[in-house]
């Protein structure tokens, strides 16, 4: 049996490529490995995340709710504020009209002698 020496050394380069390829096989399984756990861990963030953004929104239409409350006794006092102004706009003209007519009392009173 003779041997091709070109034979031999095709049959070695093969031997070296599926070595090389077996190699990047586990580098690429590996890296894969990593990213899955690391894609495990932006997932569980992620879930903690949401559950965290669902408490705030919950919290914001909370608050909106007690703004909307808040905004109405506001405007329910501006509008008892007005009449109690109105109430004050109403006194003060009859103390002016009283002021005058105790003025004109005052000046009909005779001279003390």
């Known amino acids: 049996m003779t041997t091709d020496p070109g034979m031999s050394r ?6 070296n490529d599926t070595e090389s390829l077996y190699e ?6 590996t890296t ?10 932006v997932k569980t963030t992620l ?4 559950g965290r953004l669902s408490r705030v929104e919950r919290t914001l ?5 007690h703004l ?7 405007t329910d006092h ?9 109430t004050l706009t109403d006194h003060t003209g009859r103390f002016d009209r009283i002021d005058a007519t105790l003025a004109e009392l005052v000046r009909r009173l005779p001279e003390p002698s």
């Open 24 to 29: 990047l096989v586990t580098e690429v399984r």
């Open 61 to 65: 239409t909370d608050h909106t709710g």
């Open 78 to 86: 501006t509008g008892r504020l007005s009449r109690v102004e109105s």
């Open 10 to 15: 095709r049959v070695t380069r093969l031997e």
């Open 68 to 74: 909307s409350r808040v905004e109405s006794t506001l």
């Open 47 to 50: 879930t903690d995340h949401t």
């Open 32 to 41: 894969q490995d990593e990213h899955t756990t690391r894609l495990a861990a």
